[in-house]
């Protein structure tokens, strides 16, 4: 069967870019495939350079009337957006499950995650308030303003191709701003099926566009463009180092959510069951391919046998297949290419003494790019699964003797997006959540995001934060004003 035939809305199914309100074709096309049996799931138009070009065009027009429309019209335009989201859920996540394989449940969840950015973006956009300030001129009167930042290009992942948009995009409309966005080329069907709803919404021409194609053509004109003020970008630290290069030749701002490699600290006074429930839960997300998945589970030495035990009996028994079957737990990885990457590092780990405990091979059987949840020991720290972002569904546990040596491995990482602690002793939370150098800490809880709080990382896990009334001002400029001879 093929996965586009359980849509109930045929519509939301696109294949062209979405530019100043028109459906537009490109001279080429891409292919997209479902990474669960491989097979082509749409061709998909490449607008190049000159339709990310004309997109920007229709932006910078766009925002002349939309940065004046009241915050309260917009939040009524956006309202609809986020009301025929929610309404198709159903379809939403059968793209998600098509193109990018994670479970059909799962996949439906992330439609809802990423509507309540839309929510809360509406809401959070009112309460943007200035302030009156003292200044030392007799006679003259002082304050701030928060104005949109302008024309915003948004490059998304393919991970959470639905979530990624809305996050990005309902703060800055929401702020005054206009988009031109640019999905993964994995995952564009979303993107565009967001794109129609926006149409249907009544979202004004230009004011939300979608491009599509190579981004080696794309890339430059969006983080180039003279109009475009702030890059949006989530993905790899090495394509942000990339895109921060570039937007520095016109002082762009730029928000940048990037890689991570994210502890998960178990102490000797947890719930051994609960934190073992908390790892499973956070790293077979997804199949593994979040950059907020547990990347380096760290026990201390006197409960490390019973956790590995009780992972061992969880791992053992997730089902793994099509996100369309029943009882699926972990769909495919998203492509070939990301199962080879994967083996490479359970094999180097392998050679390394790592003891591989349960999976750690690829599932050719299944037809797809699917890999084993696996289970490792790891033993040393220097090993390129505990030096790296695994992405893909591979635990693997490290052994510490106290808080500050785990304190001091969790932090030896160019990276600081998220961690977790599973501790029962406040007095270890303060202490540890404070000495952890990330962006956000999940303590005995194995997930860390949500529409209403800050999103983002430290270090080399990216600028700027994403999610309540932080997502909001990313997207808008600060402004003084003095007001003199008012005596």
């Known amino acids: ?153 948004c490059i998304t992942p393919w991970n959470f191709p639905s979530a990624m948009v809305t996050r990005k995009c309902a703060p800055a409309m929401a702020a005054g701003c206009t988009i031109v966005l640019k999905p993964a080329p994995e995952t564009p069907l979303s993107a565009l099926a967001l794109a129609e709803l926006a149409d249907r919404a009544g979202i004004p021409a230009g004011v939300f566009n979608v491009v599509c194609g190579d981004a080696e053509a794309i890339g430059p004109v969006l983080t180039g463009s003279p109009d475009v003020r702030l890059v949006g970008f989530t993905g790899s630290t090495e394509v942000g180092k990339i895109l921060m290069r570039q937007a520095a030749d016109g002082i762009k701002r730029v928000a940048l959510e ?14 051994i069951e609960e934190a073992a429930n908390g790892i499973v839960r956070g790293k077979f997300r997804a199949a593994g391919q979040t950059c907020v998945s547990p990347n380096r589970i760290i026990v201390q030495d006197s409960v490390a046998e019973e956790l590995i035990a009780a992972l061992e009996a969880k791992v053992a028994k997730i089902k793994v297949g099509d996100g369309f079957e029943a009882g699926v737990e972990v769909g495919p990885l998203i492509h070939d290419e990301a199962v080879e990457r994967v083996s490479g590092l359970v094999e180097s780990a392998r050679r390394e003494g790592a003891r591989i405990i349960v999976g750690g091979e690829a599932r050719t059987d299944l037809g797809g790019s699917f890999f084993a949840p696996t ?49 029962n002793d406040i007095g270890r939370v303060h202490r540890m959540s404070e000495g952890l150098d990330f962006g956000m800490i999940g303590i005995n809880a194995p997930t860390v995001g949500a529409a209403s709080t800050p999103f983002g990382g430290m270090k080399q896990s990216g600028i700027g934060r994403e999610g309540g009334k932080w997502g909001v001002e990313e997207f808008t400029e600060l402004k003084y004003v003095l007001l003199a001879g008012v005596e």
């Open 258 to 271: 990037l890689g991570g490699n994210a502890p998960f600290l178990v102490m000797d006074d947890a719930d």
């Open 1 to 153: 069967m093929n996965p586009l035939d359980r849509l109930k809305d045929r519509a939301l199914f696109r294949t062209e870019s979405y530019i100043g309100g028109r459906w537009e074709t490109g001279d080429s096309r891409f292919t997209v495939y479902n990474p669960a049996n491989r097979g082509a799931l749409a061709e998909v138009h490449d607008v190049g350079a000159e339709g990310a070009k004309a997109a920007v065009a229709a932006a910078a027009e766009a925002l002349k009337s939309w940065r004046k429309t009241s915050v309260f019209e917009r939040g009524r335009i956006l309202r609809r957006w986020y009301d025929l989201i929610v309404e198709h859920q159903h379809d939403l996540g059968v793209l998600i499950t098509a193109e990018m394989g994670k479970p059909l449940p799962e996949a439906k969840g992330e439609v809802i995650y990423g509507a309540a950015f839309v929510d809360w973006s509406i809401e959070e956009a009112k309460r943007m308030h200035g302030e009156t300030i003292a200044v030392p001129i007799p006679g003259s009167r002082g304050w701030t303003v928060r104005q949109p930042v302008g024309v915003v290009s």
């Open 375 to 423: 289970l490792i020991e790891g033993g040393s720290f220097a090993l390129d699964l505990a030096c790296h972002e695994i992405f893909g569904p591979i635990a693997s546990v490290y052994r510490a003797k106290d808080e500050a040596q785990m304190i001091a491995a969790a932090n030896d990482t160019p990276y600081g997006l998220a961690a977790y602690l599973y501790t």
